[in-house]
């Protein structure tokens, strides 16, 4: 396993001097300043993308399983969290310190949820640098979350030869009459860009446009498999790929990865405001 502090080359990332892949001592009290935020264009550069003509819309959602504060007489309150991080922000955040921010409530006296939520919201949205929206729900309220399967095609039982495991853009292809599909694959691996360490998820194309070949689509989804970047660009590159060798006239690409240190990140991207998301779980989440 490649854990090098740059595993992508010299190339810079952003992320450099982050947490990731380092020991890092963990705070217990409220710790606003271990948030380490990354800008995105560092990525989107290698991509051509420009900060002022975004070809996409979308947010990153962020579901935290391990968040736990004290009530004002000292007793532990455990909550599940979600945080919506637009994909306009000028900056990202890196999971390893928000893991460490969100362990730094672990004993810190908070009035309530509703105290906590602030808190959150005001020091993401600083983080990330553009309003970020954030749910905190104890479990006390008997918070339910919804896991299925998407409402489309699975290409994972395509019979293909594959062996290329770097970003093969070149083997998506298009063509024929106009359809409107949902295709996916629970085969998408990636790694970190930092530690390498491996990062599983789902991917899910919906689009409207010429017929994508699925055999080639499938192909590319498992190129990623060796493939170092952090999950937002993955989804990133996945889209520009497919608006450039595809061209259809509406995508929505969205992941779903499986959570690492007590948080999952599920990135989405689409070609206008108005094409939903299926925000139901992926069945390993």
Not at 15 to 20: D, F, G, K, N, Q
């Given at each position: 396993m490649n854990t090098s502090a740059n595993p992508a080359g010299s190339r810079p990332h952003g992320?450099?001097?982050?947490?990731?892949g380092r020991a890092v001592a963990y705070r217990d009290t409220y710790a606003p300043e271990l948030l380490f935020p990354i800008e995105r264009q560092l990525k989107r550069d290698e991509l051509g993308l420009k900060p002022d003509a975004l070809p996409f819309v979308g947010e990153d959602l962020w579901n935290a399983y391990e968040l736990s504060w004290l009530d004002p007489r000292g007793k532990p309150v455990v909550a599940l969290a979600g945080f919506r991080v637009p994909a306009s922000s000028p900056r990202l955040i890196e999971s390893k310190s928000l893991k460490l921010y969100l362990n730094a409530f672990n004993q810190q006296q908070c009035t309530d949820a509703d105290e906590v939520r602030s808190l959150i919201a005001r020091d993401l949205s600083a983080a990330a640098g553009a309003q970020?929206?954030?749910?905190?729900?104890?479990?006390?309220l008997r918070p339910q979350r919804a896991s299925a399967y998407p409402d489309g095609i699975c290409l994972d039982g395509l019979e293909v030869d594959i062996d290329t495991y770097q970003p093969a853009p070149e083997q998506l292809r298009a063509g024929g009459g106009e359809v409107t599909e949902t295709l996916y694959s629970h085969l998408l691996k990636s790694n970190c860009l930092v530690t390498g360490q491996p990062d599983w998820g789902m991917l899910?194309?919906?689009y409207t446009g010429p017929a994508i070949e699925r055999e080639g689509l499938l192909r590319y989804i498992v190129s990623f498999r060796g493939h170092n970047e952090f999950h937002e660009q993955c989804v990133e590159r996945v889209f520009c790929d497919l608006m450039?060798?595809?061209?259809?006239?509406?995508?929505a690409v969205w992941a779903r990865y499986t959570r690492r240190g007590g948080l999952d990140i599920n990135p989405f991207r689409a070609s206008r405001e108005g094409l939903l998301v299926d925000e139901r779980m992926e069945v390993r989440q």
């Open positions: 992320a450099e001097s982050s947490p990731l970020v929206a954030v749910s905190v729900e104890p479990l006390t899910v194309v919906r450039a060798r595809c061209k259809p006239r509406e995508l």
